[in-house]
């Protein structure tokens, strides 16, 4: 029997994390602060972003960044965010959370949204968009920015797959009004679980450290270090949520940043292994990555006919892939949305996310994709 080969395998630097975290414990300080600030300096020093705010998971960076949004400019109940059913629930549920309707917009080739299909969603209700680059790919984010522009809609990226994501040179995040990064389990970055939610705005940054501390006008840790005889008192100002992340995630974080950038490059030759033996297979469609992106590559992403019986021969062959993912209209809360976007329901239903993991060989890559080119021609 072969090993198994899975979708993803993260990697961890074990006795450098150990080291950042064990001083975590001798000081007595695992919660919020200590880390979790380091880790933020760290983050706008690698990526160039003004602001960064580390939270527990990419969800609750979602949240807030429509929540703080729809504060600041007195969004109604019932108004619009155009959205992509091709994503992770969390993306969609954070704008249920506000009382706000998702509207989908179909994808392009990249798997992203398509800057035409938003233009026909438009209506006197929305308020923003919310793009997901899937896979680490940026698609046409650059045309996404100019229509929010011309339109005056807010821009939420769920860059939840592109730590490390550059477009022209430059980490994304900057143009977008928030930006919304996660760490968790088996992200490029990973932690047990834990995210960033960058704000491009001063005020709505110091506004959802608020916010992700129970409302609370003071953390733990700055008014267990800082000066003065009553660091017991603090303001509640609003009804917040315990959205914080700790310092034994951020611990983590901060090895894995060191390391990111040689680890999306192995990412990359991965995929290019991938693309060279698909190069000559017509029943395999490969996802283009967009004209100037250097994508993080999460994912490796192909499109084939009878999905589901294809990951089922594979699985008898020890190789286990994913998909990524449903589209969100299968899903109860979203069913008023099927058949509005025939791309993404097409996706849907014949996607498939290769393994691709730091620990794969090329010997790994070509048995993948031999299995996969065998059962797609026995079929065809």
């Not at 993260?10 to 919660?31: A, K, M, N, Q, Y």
């Not at 006197?124 to 919310?130: D, E, G, L, S």
């Not at 046409?140 to 797959?161: K, P, T, W, Y």
């Not at 834990?194 to 006008?217: H, N, P, Q, Y």
């Amino acid at each position: 029997m072969p090993e198994p080969i899975q979708l993803f395998v993260p990697s961890f630097h074990v006795e450098e994390t150990l080291d950042e975290i064990r001083e975590c414990l001798v000081r007595g300080w695992t919660g919020l602060g200590f880390k979790t600030i380091e880790f933020e300096e760290a983050w706008k020093a690698y990526t160039g972003l003004p602001y960064a705010h580390f939270v527990n998971s990419a969800t609750a960076g979602l949240h807030l960044a429509v929540r703080l949004l729809k504060e600041q400019d007195e969004w109604q109940k019932g108004d619009e965010i155009i959205s992509t059913a091709l994503t992770f629930v969390s993306t969609n549920h954070a704008i249920l959370y506000e009382g706000l309707r998702p509207v989908f917009a179909d994808i392009d080739e990249h798997l992203c949204l398509s800057p035409d299909s938003i233009r026909e969603r438009i209506t006197p209700r929305t308020k923003a968009v919310i793009f997901v680059g899937m896979g680490g790919n940026t698609g046409r984010l650059s045309d996404v920015v100019e229509i929010c522009a011309q339109e005056g809609l807010r821009l939420i990226l769920d860059a939840s797959h592109m730590a490390g994501t550059r477009l022209n040179g430059q980490h994304v995040g900057r143009e977008a009004d928030v930006a919304v990064f996660s760490f968790q389990a088996v992200k490029n970055l990973p932690t047990a679980d834990s995210g960033m939610v960058c704000f491009r705005d001063e005020k709505l940054d110091a506004e959802v450290r608020k916010w992700t501390w129970l409302g609370i006008s003071r953390d733990t840790y700055s008014r267990t270090t800082g000066e003065g005889a009553y660091k017991w008192m603090y303001g509640v100002e609003y009804e917040g949520f315990k959205y914080h992340g700790n310092s034994v995630m951020a611990a983590m974080a901060l090895v894995g940043l060191k390391y990111l950038d040689q680890g999306n490059a192995f990412r990359r030759q991965v995929a290019h292994w991938y693309d060279q033996i698909f190069a000559d297979d017509p029943g395999i469609e490969t996802i283009p990555v967009a004209p100037g992106c250097e994508s993080a590559r999460h994912l490796y992403q192909v499109m084939v006919p009878d999905r589901d019986e294809t990951i089922l021969a594979l699985n008898t062959q020890q190789i286990f892939p994913g998909v990524h993912y449903r589209d969100n209209s299968h899903y109860s809360m979203y069913a008023y949305a099927r058949d509005t976007c025939p791309r993404s329901m097409a996706a849907s239903d014949t996607l498939i996310s290769l393994p691709l993991h730091l620990r794969l060989s090329y010997a790994d890559v070509c048995r993948v994709g031999k299995a996969l080119k065998s059962f797609v021609r026995r079929e065809g």
